[in-house]
């Protein structure tokens, strides 16, 4: 038994080298953000379709639903020659519903809906750095037909569809120059914004090599949202007189939602408590640039120098260089009795972004983060899940190169959740 925990901490460990964070919510159960979100290794009900589809066969229930949400309290600041801004962040309110059915005693589907990736930073319309961002908003919804198998007694398979609809809306500042007769900067505003679908796959492996203990493996692949010009539209607020060198139209972008490959082992103590831990590493690499490609480009002739354009509405390309990220979770769960579970968890997690290419509408920082939850049965088949989640990232100081846009950062979130679990 012992040689068995050790290999499963060693084959976590020799990961370490590879380093979530970004734009990643990692909300997707109350029960397990409790426990610093782990999940790749537990079998507790429909939810484990998300964090490994090959645990869903090994579930002891026929039925299995499980649905909640959570509240995010988020703040950054930057602090540069103005002094100290922050955003006014809205409440966002990522969600999850799972359901699950066992067709026979091997097999089991189920369809997951769930938020694991998104973003919301409003810094306002008038701060310092209202011509990289004055406010984004993110938004990633994943549903997911599933299928699982168990082989044998101690090895399942599962596997499921990504259908993923990617939305992206943005605001920033445009400096259009000054009017003629003045010297005096005039800025306008762009609204950015887009939607589509997209597909990938989610797929796992789960081990039950003793009754103690699980050992998961899954991987979620790369979902790109590419944008063309049909899905997205720039819309230009500006001077009247110069409307026509800022004409609305669509606009063609892409955002990568990375691939993660996710290790994590479980084991129950005793009667009274289970411990868990998961590696989960994410290819961040695959944020190489933001780049806006507007359908209708503009430019104006040369005051001095005969047939030349001087660009006014072009193209843009902003580097991101982002690195593969891990991060390291540990969670409990300790039963008081029949009734009453109690979680509790930590994790480390590591930024992707790169420090040369650093903007404030993504403003990261290695994070640590603590949780805790219950569960409380109102029945034999009705369970009430909440959780609460603290996570604080260190204080970074850092340059954007591409705009020359430097300062302070620092960020904080409590993120309350609360679902329901039901099984029969």
């Given at each position: 038994?012992?040689?068995?925990?050790?290999?499963?901490?060693?084959?976590?460990?020799?990961?370490?080298?590879?380093?979530?964070?970004?734009?990643?919510?990692?909300?997707?159960?109350?029960?397990?953000?409790?426990m610093g979100h782990v999940g790749t290794a537990?079998?507790?009900?429909?939810?484990?379709?998300?964090?490994?589809?090959?645990?869903?066969?090994?579930?002891?229930?026929?039925?299995?639903?499980?649905?909640?949400?959570?509240?995010?309290?988020?703040?950054?600041?930057?602090?540069?020659?103005?002094?100290?801004?922050?955003?006014?962040?809205?409440?966002?309110?990522?969600?999850?519903?799972?359901?699950?059915?066992k067709v026979s005693e091997k097999l089991a589907v189920g369809l997951g809906v769930y938020t694991p990736f998104g973003n919301t930073m409003d810094w306002g319309n008038d701060w310092s750095g209202n011509q990289l961002i004055q406010d984004i908003t993110l938004k990633a919804i994943y549903i997911q037909p599933t299928v699982s198998y168990k082989i044998n007694d101690w090895l399942s398979v599962g596997a499921g569809l990504n259908i993923v609809y990617g939305e992206e809306d943005l605001n920033r500042a445009v400096n259009v120059?000054?009017?003629?007769?003045?010297?005096?900067?005039?800025?306008?505003?762009?609204?950015?914004?887009?939607?589509?679908?997209?597909?990938?796959?989610?797929?796992?492996?789960?081990?039950?090599?003793?009754?103690?203990?699980?050992?998961?493996?899954?991987?979620?692949?790369?979902?790109?949202?590419?944008?063309?010009?049909?899905d997205a539209d720039a819309d230009f607020t500006v001077p009247e007189g110069i409307s026509a060198l800022f004409p609305d139209g669509g606009v063609a972008a892409s955002l990568p939602l990375p691939a993660s490959l996710n290790i994590g082992f479980a084991y129950q103590i005793n009667d009274k408590w289970l411990v868990s831990a998961d590696a989960n590493f994410i290819?961040?690499?695959?944020?190489?640039?933001?780049n806006f490609d507007f359908e209708k480009n503009t430019s104006i002739p040369h005051p001095s120098i005969p047939n030349v354009m001087i660009p006014v509405l072009a193209?843009?390309?902003?580097?991101?260089?982002?690195?593969?990220?891990?991060?390291?979770?540990?969670g409990a769960r300790y039963t008081a009795n029949e009734k009453l579970d109690l979680y509790a968890g930590l994790y480390f997690d590591e930024t992707p972004t790169n420090d040369m290419y650093y903007t404030p509408e993504t403003p990261g920082a290695n994070k640590v983060g603590v949780s805790l939850g219950f569960s409380y049965k109102l029945n034999n088949k009705l369970s009430l899940d909440?959780?609460?989640?603290?996570?604080?990232?260190?204080?970074?100081?850092?340059?954007?190169?591409?705009?020359?846009?430097?300062?302070?950062?620092?960020?904080?979130?409590?993120?309350?959740?609360v679902g329901i679990t039901y099984n029969f």
């Open positions: 038994m012992i040689k068995r925990i050790c290999l499963a901490i060693a084959v976590i460990a020799m990961a370490y080298n590879v380093k979530a964070e970004g734009y990643a919510v990692n909300l997707q159960g109350a029960k397990q953000t409790g537990l079998n507790f009900d429909a939810s484990s379709m998300q964090w490994n589809p090959g645990a869903l066969a090994t579930l002891s229930n026929k039925y299995s639903f499980s649905l909640g949400g959570f509240g995010t309290f988020t703040k950054a600041e930057y602090t540069g020659l103005n002094g100290t801004e922050s955003t006014d962040n809205p409440t966002n309110t990522p969600f999850y519903l799972y359901g699950s059915m120059g000054p009017l003629v007769g003045s010297t005096d900067p005039v800025f306008g505003s762009v609204n950015i914004s887009g939607n589509n679908i997209q597909y990938g796959y989610n797929l796992g492996v789960f081990l039950q090599p003793t009754e103690k203990l699980n050992i998961g493996i899954s991987y979620r692949s790369q979902v790109d949202v590419d944008l063309e010009y049909s290819k961040w690499n695959a944020y190489k640039s933001l193209d843009s390309e902003s580097t991101r260089d982002w690195d593969n990220t891990m991060t390291w979770r540990f909440a959780s609460l989640l603290y996570n604080e990232g260190e204080k970074v100081d850092r340059v954007d190169s591409n705009s020359g846009f430097a300062g302070e950062y620092k960020y904080r979130a409590w993120l309350p959740g």
